[in-house]
T-cell receptor, first 117, second 110 residues
Framework: GAVVSQHPSRVICKSGTSVKIECRSL??????MFWYRQFPKQSLMLMAT?????????EQGVEKDKFLINHASLTLSTLTVTSAHPEDSSFYIC?????????????FGPGTRLTVT | LAKTTQPVSMDSYEGQEVNITCSHN???????ITWYQQFPSQGPRFIIQ?????VTNEVASLFIPADRKSSTLSLPRVSLSDTAVYYC???????????WGAGTKLIIKP
């Protein structure tokens, strides 16, 4: 089956620094990738949708200058949290969708736990 | 975008069949219904997807009535490892976005 990886799985950074999270589709080409954030015991919140080679579409309330998303190839998308603050601490999950397959099954990465101190 | 409503939590016992129902009254014509399973600190895992009637795979069945305003995920003979949060989602349309509801926390007891 389709596999999505994320790196790193866990990161701790100091307030004010930037952190980059990578999301890769390992055995398929992902025309669309999604980034989610999940706080403890809450549901997933969609942050942005990115299509390969174009700018990401951010959900309302998500600061595009703080959460930089790059989808430079069909197998890689990155999320950079700039000038991180403790309130950015969360579980970040990416998902990838393959081509124009009927339906819209998305494959999820294992998530990245970000802790900002 | 359609919203979904599902029970906040459910309990069952090992070996039992578990049915989780989700309502989605405003489902659009081109929306699919998909269920995901999530364990703590892990990404969601795809369980099953359907459009109408019944779909069955090696882990679950999905029942969808003719009006498509609800759906039922059926897990046969659950085990302790099925304890997780289960999410029902509808969507597909033109932007493929998934809007996540609160999910159902399923606890399986020995």
């Amino acid at each position: 089956g389709a596999v999505v990886s994320q790196h790193p799985s866990r990161v701790i950074c100091k307030s004010g620094t930037s952190v980059k999270i990578e999301c890769r589709s390992l055995d398929f080409q992902a025309t669309t990738m999604f980034w989610y954030r999940q706080f403890p015991k809450q549901s997933l919140m969609l942050m942005a949708t990115s299509n390969e080679g174009s700018k990401a579409t951010y959900e309302q309330g998500v600061e595009k200058d703080k959460f930089l998303i790059n989808h430079a190839s069909l197998t890689l998308s990155t999320l950079t949290v700039t000038s991180a603050h403790p309130e950015d601490s969360s579980f970040y999950i990416c998902s990838a969708r393959e081509g124009d397959i009927k339906g819209y099954e998305q494959y999820f990465g294992p998530g990245t736990r970000l802790t900002v101190t | 975008l359609a919203k979904t409503t599902q029970p906040v939590s459910m309990d069952s016992y090992e070996g039992q069949e578990v049915n989780i129902t989700c309502s989605h009254n405003n489902i659009a014509t081109n929306d699919y219904i998909t269920w995901y399973q999530q364990f703590p600190s892990q990404g969601p895992r795809f369980i099953i997807q359907g459009y109408k009637t019944k779909v069955t795979n090696e882990v679950a069945s999905l029942f969808i009535p003719a009006d498509r305003k609800s759906s039922t995920l059926s897990l046969p003979r659950v085990s302790l490892s099925d304890t997780a949060v289960y999410y029902c989602l509808v969507g597909g349309g033109s932007n493929y976005q998934l809007i996540w509801g609160a999910g159902t926390k399923l606890i399986i007891k020995p």
